[in-house]
């Protein structure tokens, strides 16, 4: 006669209407819309860089994992997909797979595994890749340019430690006006224009892959919110955040310091608000705990943006905001 087996688990015990992998599948359905407007708005070298970094993202899983199988939790998927979002959409096929093995090996297997982690995976390789290669990362290509979908962008292809070809002709060729040269956010640091509310809306500005749409990316948020898979306090405490610190310096000096407004649609801040300060092992749990955490983001961004010496702050101020979230929550 065998014996019973006793399965201990941890707290909670109450069982929740969603498990991990209904809620990594949810987020990755969520996030395709955005995959999509990029593939759209940059053609094949969007598309074929998507692969890329997924299906490193994948075999990195595996390769950490190979006696137990967890690609089908999804949650890989997602963080393949989230750091393609990240990233230039010149930036070269191998790099975004590298940048995949760093998310993975480093941002989650390193810890341990799936809710383990205490950075978001995605911004890890995003970091790595940003302190590694700073020109890649850092070369804009035009939203809509002609011929996207029948050529590739120069540097896409680039052959493994070789210089990539230069593309700031190519895109100053390509470019239909002064904003789709350059990301806004650089525009307005620089030159102190910053570009209309409706092209920030739309999506016909230059900048990450993740940062098109504003309507979008809401919209894919919100579909989450209502879903219950995301905590909406966080990005609600993040733009809390951005707004008034925004308002406060515009204030002060409108000429140089850009408003609220802009300061929420321009860059990463929409996609890190919705989708990566809310990962849930980064984040807090308590009511208190994920406002402060919202809105320290917020702020930090703002900061960053405004005073340091990249035109972009968001992906720092949710690593910050892991690291400041203490393990009880």
């Not at 750091?83 to 070269?92: D, K, Q, S, V």
């Not at 093995?101 to 790595?128: T, W």
């Not at 098109?212 to 219950?228: D, E, P, T």
Request: charged share 10%.
């Amino acid at each position: 006669m065998s014996k019973p087996t006793i399965e201990l688990r941890a707290t909670p015990h109450i069982h929740a209407p969603h498990d991990v992998v209904k809620i990594m599948r949810n987020v990755v359905f969520a996030s395709l819309p955005m995959a999509a407007w990029s593939i759209w708005s940059y053609g094949l070298s969007a598309l074929l860089l998507m692969l890329a970094v997924v299906a490193s993202c994948l075999l990195t899983e595996r390769l950490f994992n190979r006696h137990n199988n967890t690609l089908g939790d999804w949650s890989t998927s997602i963080t393949g997909i989230l750091l393609f979002l990240t990233l230039p959409p010149g930036f070269p096929a191998w790099m975004g797979m590298l940048a995949g093995f760093i998310a993975i090996g480093m941002g989650k297997v390193m810890f341990g595994g799936l809710g383990m982690n205490v950075f978001n995976p995605a911004l890890i390789g995003r970091a790595f890749v940003q302190a590694a290669f700073p020109v890649a990362i850092t070369t804009w290509i035009p939203a809509f340019f002609e011929g996207r979908f029948t050529r590739l962008i120069p540097s896409t292809l680039t052959p493994p430690f070789t210089i990539p070809p230069e593309t700031a002709a190519w895109s100053q060729q390509v470019a239909v006006d002064a904003f789709t040269g350059a990301t806004p956010l650089a525009v307005q640091k620089f030159d102190h224009v910053a570009a209309p509310a409706l092209h920030l809306l739309t999506g016909t500005t230059a900048g990450s892959l993740g940062e098109g749409s504003a309507l979008i990316i809401l919209a894919c948020g919100l579909y989450l919110a209502l879903r219950r898979i995301l905590d909406w306090r966080i990005p609600l405490a993040v733009m809390a955040g951005t707004w008034p610190s925004a308002e406060l310096f515009h204030w002060i000096d409108p000429g140089v310091y850009p408003d609220g407004l802009f300061m929420l649609l321009s860059g990463g801040l929409m996609p890190g608000a919705w989708f990566m300060a809310t990962d849930m092992v980064g984040s807090p749990v308590t009511p208190r705990g994920v406002v402060i955490y919202g809105l320290l983001i917020g702020i930090v961004t703002v900061v960053i943006r405004l005073f340091g010496g990249l035109t972009e702050g968001v992906m720092y101020a949710i690593l910050l905001g892991n690291a400041a979230t203490p393990p009880d929550r």
